[in-house]
């Protein structure tokens, strides 16, 4: 796209997005003890420190409200914290199934979403997500309003299929990391996450059932970028 040269806002550095998503975070996600319980508590075991930021965990939760979402399927828990994000948009009477196939990571996030006293509404079903799949299917799950795909990069394209199936019209699938600092557009890169990203948009492009864009994404976590697929 060419875009005239005073218009075009350069790349500022990794500093300045993570000033930046703490300044937005800072007015527009003020202080919540369990959602920082939730980061701390994870870091303290030795957690990797992948879960969304605070912008994308409250994008993730206006999404859920904007449809009015009551049930969601999470592929990757982590340490909770998106799906603590997720939880509390659902309401009093939401459904959250969250799959993680770490037993380390699950023991971690059932105390955050214990804490954040939402473990009422979320299931956690540890093991890896596919083979969660014949379980739900034996208990028709779903249809889900809301699914987001954070789990194994390389698996992004199958928990898509498989969501799409199970998600209403008018439902949303989320998946993130699926710019990887551009990877997505590098032919020359075979690592299996990326090629599974550019297959996931291929998908997306043929598949009828849903309309979808994706958005590229600096801040915190540096570049990166998700996808929001909204099923007809
Ligand atoms: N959604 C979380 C971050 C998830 S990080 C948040 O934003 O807070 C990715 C997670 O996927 C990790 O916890 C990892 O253990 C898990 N994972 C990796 N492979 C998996 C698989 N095959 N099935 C389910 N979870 C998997
Ligand atoms: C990784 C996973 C994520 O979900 C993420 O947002 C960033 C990084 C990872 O596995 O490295
Ligand atoms: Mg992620």
């Known amino acids: 796209m060419s875009v005239p040269a005073d218009q075009v806002f350069e790349p500022a550095d990794q500093g300045t997005w993570t000033a930046v998503d703490d300044y937005v975070s800072g007015l527009l996600s003020p202080h919540d003890e369990a959602l920082e319980q939730a980061i701390a508590d994870a870091v303290d075991a030795g957690l990797p420190a992948i879960q969304v930021s605070p912008p994308q965990g409250k994008l993730l939760a206006l999404l859920a409200r904007s449809i009015g979402a009551r049930t969601a399927l999470e592929f990757g828990t982590l340490g909770g914290y998106s799906t603590i994000w ?35 509404l979320v299931e956690i079903r540890v093991g890896p997500a596919l083979q969660a799949f014949p379980a739900l299917e034996q208990e028709g799950a779903g249809p889900f309003d809301l699914v987001f795909i954070d789990a194994d990069k390389v698996n992004t394209p199958a928990y898509f299929s498989w969501s799409l199936e199970r998600t209403r019209p008018g439902g949303l699938i989320v998946a993130d990391n699926v710019v990887r600092g551009g990877a997505l557009v590098d032919e020359s890169d075979t690592d299996p996450a990326i090629v599974a990203q550019r297959r996931f948009h291929e998908m997306l492009a043929a598949e009828r059932g849903v309309e979808a864009t994706t958005i590229q994404t600096v801040g915190g976590k540096g570049y990166d970028g998700f996808t929001i697929a909204l099923v007809k």
């Open 86 to 120: 997720l939880a509390r948009a659902l309401g009093a009477e939401g459904r959250l199934i969250t799959l993680e196939a770490d037993p380390a990571y699950a023991e971690v996030a059932s105390a955050n979403i214990e804490r954040a006293g939402l473990s009422g």
